[in-house]
């Protein structure tokens, strides 16, 4: 923690130095007579190509130009004596174009840019020239080694530079396959944890590749000679890289760190990391190589510590501690900056470094060691800082700092200038600046004289600006916050000192800023769906706007799926390759606006990849896969399914893809339970939030080796058959296919008599789930077995369980049948058991055999059937309940036992009455409308009494009317009907019905009245005939008729002649024909109108009949179904009758119930052609 915080203060600290040093530096005019200073170099690790021409970079300023000299290895290099060395034009920089050996020109160089005022130096930069060195011609012995032991294939690549890149290949150029017990180190060895058999199969070549001259080196193959002569047995692991138990390894700060972890061990080790004992954040690190190798990217001082890695396998574990220490080049905190002073003044150069260790400071002047140099007054030297005082122009010089410690150093110059100057105005004259209003405004003013100028900004003649929202920095820069509309206007920069004066106008305009009125907001949709980003916007009246859409940082170009109108952009059916950052740029001549989001397309997995199986075991094996993309929606789970081929004893048996496990999201490597004597292959379905993925590509084949059955068959019983009762048949379910573990199954059997204790018997079934054994005494005890055999031997036995040979039928019947507790619809049988011995086999229950002889009610006629009910025989209970009985009822029943094969003889038959209960529901209830005022409601009595019927009880309540009393009316045993007069016959009631007798009231039936037409809807329906419309429609129809029989007779006239009805699809002829397949359509109708008689008549007079007619149709139930066929008649909402069609069918009537509800509202039958 301590480190932490002083590393976050040490980049304060640094942040804040680098604030004030871009404010504090006065920038010198290049015209200006000035020191030299380095403004470019090679890197101090400079490699070159040996067939290209060798280039070492070196370029400064200064006035006058300097003049560039250079060494090599402290030795000053003569260019102009070596004619394959020349120097760039007003450049330092070195060209080499070598005819012979490069490695001539390899060293350490250094260039010195020298004026008038001094000498600056550049880094020292190591020249190299890069080396494609072949391994020595050599003959390389086979090695030999036992099954089971580690071996390391050493490669000793040849050293570059730079280093080359390493792997291992057989000689026919295929890549060796790594996995957890065979991979490569960094430094390019091949560790193997065990050595297989099949290790021998391939030779191996060590290849390495330089990648700057693309140029690839191969050692000699080399031979494994694998010997098998001992048993290979499961070892625990052991450290093959690094060794022991313990180690360190340094890290530079900012750079890579590798840490390797090499282990011996059968099964090959698992490898796991942790730092300081607990899980790796994995923050900048990566596992590779199947975690043999962690990498850390860049390197940080909280990764420093101790790193555990772990290998263990079935056999144990073992821990190494790796201890890293993290150490570091020097680093500026403070980087020395040049210093311009007048005569007489003073001032600093600092020069600030750190490092692990914290490196030395060293000053330099023009090149030289500042104690080699003449003393001077002016100057002092005061560990990492310069102090000037009372400067002269003599004192004008370039310094050096030199930061270093062990693992390097770090080089910069800074000159001392010392002149008089007037001030001098580096921008540009009489500009013009727009700005928005908000913003900050920085109107430059670069400036230069010595001694410093003094700078003042000012406007409209007003005095300085500085303080409050004005901030002049020490370049000359006016700093204007929060800019307002106000601030618009001409600005004087004006720069002093004893020596002149010298100012410059700037013109500041203020614009509206341009406002995002609504961003776009990031979008995660699903392959195949709509995204749509929103970019609504404001700007200044003045200002031309471009809007643009770009795409990770790169202009959009809109396709047939995607369209921008003003302030959207919508994409259609999203593609994954859509997915990106989407930035809406409003840009203007004063600013420019970027709003972004992220466009996240959420898919089903891709499949895994690489499915490999390794470590086999007769019934293991473990499959390891790379997970493909999950598409930003997190992996779930992993399906493994897998295909077999069956090596049975004649065939080979297939199978199609079979789900065999799943497992967490987060693994890539499992173990599977498998099978012997199995070929399996496998593929892998990745399972997120979408869907699944496609399957994998399967793996390779894989084959278990045989063994022993497993299982044990199932179902083992042993029971008489059929008819026979002096035999016993053994049977068992078959074992699957999967379960074989070998050839030629088969199965044994034992058995031996139970009392007897007779020796085991047995006998070897091949082809059969069954074995019979012959001429056994009758329901005699066995002892059974069964236990798989194959190929390899003996699978375990079966649990012993006890079979029993054929039963016979009971001999006995029970005695003593009675019945207690009789009640109406139960009560309880006893009976007394039969001998043991009768049974003949196994007793299994008791079975009651009854039937409903009479009703107690006089002429209530019942049918008689058979029912029974069975008493499982478990223990001492003699005796059980019998429910289900109708109530009132004469029974008769009889008892009988049960064997697991036969029934004996029966009981004797007993007699029962059961008791009164409550009636079951009435029939037929019914409530119907025959008079206007008046409710009827009838029904029939219950299909059960049940008992002796004492009475009705009907109430009824009137609906939708909230606190009203339910009214009961109790009648006699023999009504059959009700009648309910009203005085609003537009009320309607809720009636509920329930028979009684002596034990209770009964079931209960509901119903409610039906509605009735109002008052208002069949007024309007009387008058409408006289409507001007309908007159209209009707004059409009006849004279449609006329035309057409003035055509037909027309045609007729004409000689046509032809069967007119032939050729349409109605007659026209007279509608009273019914014999022929026509019909006539009546509509009648029904008011209820609360007027007299006689206003009625006249009413409906004019209109559609009369209301005798209607009342003739309401007043007979038998009418009604006479009508409809048997059906009830429809009324709608309003109690108006429908109307029917006579002599129709029910079909008929339901395909034209779309006409009817339309047709039935009107108060006219309209008669269409038919």
Not at 744 to 769: A, F
Request: net charge neutral; charged share 25%; aromatic share 10%.
């Amino acid at each position: 923690m301590r480190t932490q915080r002083w590393w976050e203060f040490l980049a304060t600290f640094t942040l804040l130095l680098l604030i004030w040093r871009v404010d504090s530096i006065m920038e010198i005019p290049p015209n200006v007579r000035q020191p030299p200073m380095i403004i470019k170099q090679s890197v101090q690790d400079h490699i070159v190509e040996p067939t290209d021409p060798i280039i070492v970079e070196c370029e400064a300023t200064g006035n006058p130009p300097p003049v560039f000299t250079w060494t090599r290895d402290g030795v000053y290099l003569n260019v102009a004596r070596d004619p394959q060395v020349s120097m760039k034009r007003r450049s330092g920089t070195l060209e080499i174009f070598f005819w012979g050996r490069p490695e001539d020109y390899e060293g350490m160089y250094q260039c010195t840019a020298t004026n008038e005022f001094g000498s600056a130096v550049s880094s020292h930069i190591h020249l190299r020239v890069s080396k494609a060195r072949t391994w020595l011609k050599e003959y390389l012995e086979p090695v030999s080694v036992f099954v089971g032991l580690p071996l390391i294939l050493p490669c000793n690549p040849p050293v570059g530079p730079p280093k080359p890149q390493t792997y291992w290949m057989n000689s026919s150029m295929v890549p060796i396959r790594q996995d957890r017990r065979v991979s490569m180190g960094e430094n390019g060895d091949m560790y193997f944890s065990s050595i297989v058999a099949e290790d021998a199969l391939t030779n191996y070549v060590c290849t390495a590749r330089f990648p700057n001259s693309n140029t690839i080196q191969q050692k000699p193959p080399l031979i494994l000679q694998v010997h098998t002569a001992r048993m290979a047995a499961q070892i625990a692991p052991k450290f093959m890289k690094p060794k022991g138990t313990a180690s360190s390894q340094i890290g530079m700060l900012g750079e890579e760190l590798v840490l390797e972890c090499f282990a011996s061990g059968v099964p090959a080790p698992s490898i796991k990391w942790t730092k300081d004992w607990e899980p790796l954040s994995m923050d900048g690190m990566k596992l590779e190589n199947f975690n043999k190798t962690l990498r850390i990217k860049k390197i940080s001082m909280d990764d420093g510590g101790e790193y555990i890695c772990t290998a263990s396998n079935r056999m144990g574990y073992l821990d190494h501690i790796i201890t890293v220490r993290v150490k570091s080049t020097p680093f500026w905190v403070q980087k020395p900056e040049s210093l311009v002073l007048s005569r007489d003044d003073g001032g600093q150069i600092e020069c600030q470094a750190d490092g692990i260790p914290r490196p030395r400071i060293q000053w330099l002047v023009n090149g030289e060691p500042i104690e080699d140099a003449p003393k001077r007054a002016d100057r002092q030297v005061s560990g990492d800082t310069l102090t000037f005082r009372s400067v002269v122009p003599d004192s004008s010089a370039v310094f050096q700092c030199n930061a270093s410690n062990p693992y390097g150093y770090i080089l910069a110059n800074a000159f001392l200038a010392v002149m008089d100057m007037k001030p001098r105005l580096l921008g540009f004259r009489n500009q013009l600046v727009k700005v928005t209003e908000g913003s900050q405004t920085l109107l430059h003013c670069p400036y230069f004289g010595s001694p410093k100028p003094d700078l003042r900004w000012s406007k409209g003649g007003m005095g300085s600006l500085e303080g409050g929202r004005f901030k002049v920095l020490s370049n000359g820069t006016l700093e204007i916050r929060r800019t307002k509309l106000q601030d618009q206007g001409t600005y004087v920069c004006s720069a002093s000192n004893v020596i002149g004066r010298e100012e410059m106008d700037v013109q500041l305009e203020v614009k509206e800023p341009t406002k995002i009125l609504r961003a776009p907001h990031n979008v995660i949709v699903i392959k195949g769906s709509l995204a749509r980003f929103e970019c609504k916007f404001q700007t200044d009246s003045t200002l031309d706007v471009t809007v643009t859409w770009l795409k990770d940082k790169k202009f959009l170009i809109l396709g047939r799926r995607m369209t921008k109108d003003e302030d959207s952009l919508t994409i259609a059916d999203v593609y994954r390759r859509d997915e990106g950052v989407y930035t809406c740029r409003v840009k203007t001549e004063v600013e420019d606006v970027s709003v972004s989001a992220k466009l996240t397309v959420m898919d089903r997995p891709d499949p895994p990849t690489d499915l490999e199986v390794s470590d086999p075991y007769e019934r293991s094996a473990r499959l390891t896969w790379i997970p493909g993309d999950s598409h930003h929606s997190p992996i779930k789970e992993y399906l493994v399914q897998y295909t077999e081929d069956l090596l049975a004893d004649y065939w080979l048996v297939q199978s199609g893809w079979k789900n065999l496990t799943s497992y967490p999201g987060h693994l890539n490597s499992v173990v599977l339970k498998l099978m012997p004597f199995v070929e399996y292959r496998f593929r892998v379905i990745a399972i997120n939030g979408i869907g699944p993925s496609r399957p994998s590509r399967p793996s390779e084949y894989y084959e278990t080796g045989g063994a022993v059955p497993d299982a044990i068959p199932k179902n083992i019983k042993g029971v008489g058959t059929g008819i026979f009762r002096n035999n016993m048949e053994i049977s068992w379910e078959p074992l699957e296919y999967r379960e074989w573990n070998g050839p030629k199954l088969g199965y044994m059997v034992w058995w031996r008599r139970r009392d007897s204790r007779e020796e085991w018997k047995n006998y070897t079934t091949y082809w059969w789930c069954s074995h019979i054994i012959y001429e056994t005494d009758t329901f005699t005890p066995y002892e059974i077995k069964v236990q798989a055999v194959n190929y390899f031997g003996l699978g375990p036995e079966s649990p012993i369980i006890i079979g029993f040979s054929g039963e016979d039928r009971p001999t006995a019947a029970p005695d003593d049948l009675r019945v207690s507790d009789v009640e109406s619809t139960k009560l309880t049988v006893h009976w007394q058991p039969v001998p043991q011995a009768s049974i003949n086999g196994d007793i299994k229950e008791y079975t009651v055999y009854y039937w409903r002889e009479s009703s107690r009610l006089p002429h209530h006629t019942v049918s008689i059937r058979i029912k029974s009910k069975s008493f499982k025989a478990n223990g001492p209970r003699l005796s059980g309940p019998l429910t289900g009985l109708i109530p009132y009822s004469n029974y008769m029943m009889y008892i009988v036992v049960a064997n697991n094969r036969y029934e004996g003889p029966p009981s004797n038959r007993i007699g029962f009455q059961t008791l009164e209960g409550v009636p079951s529901v009435p029939r037929s209830f019914r409530i119907m409308h025959r008079h206007y005022d008046t409710l009827y409601v009838d029904w029939e009595e219950p299909a059960e009494p049940n008992g002796i019927l004492i009475g009705y009880t009907l109430k009824y309540q009137t609906l939708n009317v909230s606190g009203e009393r339910m009214q009961v009316e109790n009648l006699p045993p023999n009504a059959t009907s009700f009648s309910l007069r009203r005085f609003d016959r537009y009320t309607r009631y809720k009636f509920s019905l329930a028979a009684q007798t002596q034990i209770g009231v009964g079931e209960v039936v509901t119903g409610e009245s039906p509605h009735f037409t109002t008052e208002e809807f069949t007024r309007e329906q009387v008058d409408i005939a006289t409507q001007g419309w309908f007159i209209g429609l009707m004059c409009a129809i006849a004279l449609l008729v006329l035309i057409m029989l003035t055509v037909f007779f027309i045609k007729r006239s004409r000689g046509g002649k032809y069967p007119v009805r032939a050729k349409r699809d109605f007659a026209l002829g007279p509608l009273d024909d019914k014999e022929e397949g026509t019909f006539d359509y009546r509509i009648t109708r029904l008011s209820t109108l609360p007027y007299s008689r006689r206003e009625e008549e006249s009413r409906q007079g004019r209109s559609q009949g009369t209301i005798e007619h209607m009342q003739k149709m309401t007043n007979s139930d038998d009418s009604l179904m006479e009508y409809g066929e048997g059906d009830e008649i429809e009324f709608n909402e309003d109690g108006s009758f429908i109307g029917e069609y006579t002599g129709t069918s029910k079909r008929d009537r339901d395909s034209s119930q779309y006409q009817e509800s339309s047709e039935a509202t009107s108060p006219v039958a309209i008669y269409s052609f038919a």
